[in-house]
């Protein structure tokens, strides 16, 4: 099962900024967030990701609290080119320390004209 | 240097036929994991293979389907005598060595007719 929990959808005004976010609520100490979105039926694009600092691209921001059970994606000046299902992803480690993506639902981006 | 390639993009198969998928990861990876995206659903994790091995194989069915990743050649998803309930999207990523990203290919929709 999927570690996180996210909202469904949301809706962002077109130049406005789009806060994304995501509970964690039972990741452990050295697992990281990652944010992928999935623009149509393309593949899953690499977005950001984090361990416990706030980090930024050319992309978004990415702000983790301090108790690192929740997480916001900000994309800061939503186009409609950013109308995306958004996931938030906590890695699944596997016993040979190795590990994979388990992806729960996401949420529907729309950014409105 | 090229991301991740999937061909065919788009297979049609008869059921009872066989699918062959194929992934070819970008230059340095060697990783590989396989997704399946059923229409309106988010992706489900299938298999994880680095070169001549198997790692994690927990979400693919016990039947029909199979994976590998020779030491030349891209990664092999095969399914075997397939039926409509396989038409899906499938996603192939791959990441470098340790704990990194993974990046996906565009993915290869397969239809059974």
Redesign the interface.
């Known amino acids: 099962d999927a570690k996180t929990t996210q909202p469904p959808s949301m809706d962002c005004a077109e130049g406005r900024a789009a806060n994304l976010p995501c509970n964690h609520s039972t990741i452990s100490g050295n697992e990281y967030v990652y944010w992928y979105r999935q623009i149509h039926s393309q593949g899953p694009q690499y977005i950001i990701h984090g361990l416990k600092n706030n980090e930024t691209n050319e992309m978004a921001s990415l702000i983790i609290t301090e108790d690192r059970k929740s997480s916001t994606l900000i994309l800061p000046h939503a186009t409609l080119r950013d109308t995306a299902v958004y996931y938030c992803i906590v890695r699944d480690i596997l016993t040979s320390g190795t590990y994979k993506y388990i992806f729960g639902t996401g949420t529907r981006l729309k950014v409105l004209a | 240097n090229a991301g991740?390639m999937q061909n065919p993009r788009h297979l049609v198969r008869r059921r009872g036929q066989e699918a062959r998928l194929r992934c070819s990861p970008m230059k340095g990876h060697s990783?590989v994991?396989w997704?399946r995206q059923l229409p309106e659903?988010?992706?489900?994790?299938m298999v994880?293979l680095q070169k001549e091995n198997i790692?994690?194989e927990s979400g693919m069915p016990k039947e029909r389907f199979s994976a590998e990743f020779p030491k030349e050649g891209p990664s092999i998803l095969r399914i075997q005598q397939v039926v409509r309930g396989d038409s899906a999207?499938y996603?192939c990523?791959s990441s470098p060595q340790g704990?990194y990203?993974?990046?996906?290919?565009?993915?290869t929709?397969l239809t059974v007719t």
């Open positions: 991740v990783h994991y997704y659903e988010g992706l489900k994790f994880y790692i994690d999207a996603f990523a704990p990203e993974q990046y996906f290919g565009p993915g929709r």
